[in-house]
């Protein structure tokens, strides 16, 4: 049985504790405002982007002569798998879901006999992966000293893989990360940029877009110069996803937290109370068989 | 028939400007070229240039470098990865811009990658000088090495 001042403690300690989450919460409530904002910005740009891509790359083709980052290098056998998680912690199981889904895409290209690398985004998944992949971990995006996610941030990570494409290091690359679905939902999801993959939208509204194009200066030419960009562009559209993901993992998180410890204060506090009710009792009776005996 | 069109310019981090525009003149790739209300569809990549936009009021200028152009007959929409109005650009921006062009021509020609990456290297080099001039930011002293 805990003493009275033991549990007056406690009461402090988790009163505190939920003075934190409450605060984290609330943090990641207004920068959660913040994340969306920047995604719901970023998309018009990225839909348009896409579309214009699909609609290209539907009608060069993957014939012999299309480029690489479309066709792809005629080889699956190494993967780089771009793992995009947090910097912080403390976000329930936002990085953790992410980094499960690599470790099954991982054991299932093993089982394959592919050869597996991995690119890690945010010390999160680093730390996580690097128990048991170390040997897999060819490089890491450290994203704590940036503030806001720019596109150049996109642009350093989206160059960083095409040199890597250009030098032959991976033939597929896939992309982790959450998709923002709503405060209680991100689900997290992988998507491959390289080769690129369009939804051929195009196709089924064929009917209905049926716009020719003139291309300046080719369509080729222009493929050439869209397509590293579209990597860039994927990789924006992730990061701002994956954002918006975290801050809303984090602040329903804080919210269990904080309703948690409110819980545990009330049980204390009953605890508490009925101690000192049978302390109060204790004293009572010694005072009373005391003064009987008299 | 219409006489305006819809303009719209989208940077990856925003939606720029979206207004009716009767003339956009676009810095193609492959030179400039200006589009009008019932114009054939084009899609153009763009070159690092000043993008003019005649309103119905007021015609305003662009700063936009890397993306593309598609133009329809009612519509003009601009991609670029940077857009700014050309008169938020500063001295620091351009200086930015030019420095990067530089380097990327640097590790083109170090890294020996071709006669067409440093001469487009070169010609991104040479395009955002040009800008410059373009929107008052003249630097001869930062013209690119023959």
């Known amino acids: ?294 | 028939m219409a006489d305006t069109m819809q303009f719209d310019l989208v940077s990856p981090e925003r939606r720029v400007a979206s207004f009716a525009a009767s003339e956009v003149l676009i810095p193609g790739t492959d030179g400039n070229l200006t589009a009008m209300p019932q114009h054939s569809p084009v899609i153009t990549t763009l070159r690092p240039g000043v993008l003019r936009v005649v309103g119905e009021q007021e015609t305003r200028e662009f700063v936009v470098t890397g993306g593309f152009a598609e133009v329809t007959a009612d519509s003009v929409s601009v991609l670029a990865e940077r857009a700014l109005p050309a008169s938020e650009v500063t001295r620091e921006h351009l200086d930015q811009w030019i420095e990067e062009a530089n380097t990327t021509l640097a590790q083109a020609r170090e890294h020996d990658l071709g006669a067409e990456s440093v001469d487009s290297a070169a010609k991104l080099l040479a395009d955002m000088v040009a800008m410059g001039t373009e929107i008052g930011l003249s630097d001869t002293a930062r013209a690119p090495a023959p």
Do not use: C, W
């Not at chain 1, 919460?25 to 699909?54: C, D």
């Not at chain 1, 403390?90 to 879901?97: Q, V």
């Open chain 1, 1 to 294: 049985m805990p003493s009275l001042k033991d549990l007056k403690n406690r009461i402090e300690s988790v009163k505190s504790t939920r003075k934190i989450t409450k605060a984290m919460q609330m943090v990641a409530a207004a920068k959660l405002r913040r994340a969306q904002e920047a995604a719901e910005a970023g998309r018009p740009y990225a839909e348009r982007f896409n579309a214009v891509l699909g609609g290209l790359a539907a009608s060069v083709g993957t014939g012999d002569n299309a480029p690489r980052l479309l066709a792809g290098t005629g080889s699956d056998q190494t993967h780089l798998l771009v793992v995009m998680t947090s910097e912080r912690g403390l976000a329930g199981g936002f990085n953790s879901n992410i980094v499960k889904l690599a470790k099954q895409h991982i054991e299932r290209l093993r089982g394959e006999g592919k050869t597996v690398k991995v690119l890690t985004v945010g010390k999160k998944g680093r730390e996580q992966l690097r128990r048991e992949y170390g040997d897999t971990l060819i490089g890491h995006v450290d994203l704590s000293e940036v503030k806001r996610i720019g596109y150049d941030t996109a642009q350093g990570i989206a160059r960083d893989l095409l040199s890597r494409f250009d030098t032959g290091e991976f033939d597929v690359a896939t992309l982790f990360f959450a998709r923002f679905g709503s405060v209680i939902s991100q689900v997290p999801t992988a998507q491959q940029i390289i080769p690129a993959v369009y939804e051929t939208a195009a196709e089924e509204d064929a009917g209905a877009d049926t716009t020719l194009y003139d291309y300046e200066p080719s369509e080729e030419g222009i493929l050439a110069d869209l397509l590293p960009r579209g990597v860039a562009t994927q990789i924006f559209s992730a990061l701002l996803e994956n954002a918006a993901s975290e801050q809303g993992a984090r602040m329903s998180a804080m919210d269990n937290a904080t309703r948690n410890a409110g819980e545990m204060i009330d049980k204390l506090t009953i605890q508490y109370n009925r101690s000192r009710q049978a302390v109060i009792t204790n004293e009572l009776i010694e005072i009373i068989s005391g003064a009987e005996a008299l």
